[in-house]
């Protein structure tokens, strides 16, 4: 079921059928009948709230087009890594060592400079990770 309402649009009476669920939201909202109405017809683009406009127009002329960004702002550039000499030398001191171990069937393969070695045992494949832990905050 909907509630029908007449207006005045272009110099002409217009009726339109609103949605019962838009009064129901209005009520939620605290809203008067009337509020709702107004809220609704602006939301449909019949009539031009002052103040939904002056907005717009400020948030154009700042060039904002989604909330929190900026039009025309930078993209953050992705960051540099340092090389880390200590986890090379690990990673290379482990490569080296499981290539000396018999049963390591295929591999081992530094699939990370800094970070991962890959290796196969059998028919079982298995992955080493190395990380490096943060220092506590203070």
Sequence with gaps: MSFKYTFTYNGKDKTISIPDEVLTQGRKEKLTTQETIDRYLS?????VDETVAELTAKAKANKVNTAGHVQGEKKRKPPTRKPDQTKRDLISKL???????NEITAGPQVTNIERMIAFSIGEDDYELTLSKKRKPKK
């Design 43 to 47: 939301d449909e683009g019949y009539i």
């Design 95 to 101: 490569n080296a060592f499981l290539a000396d171990l």
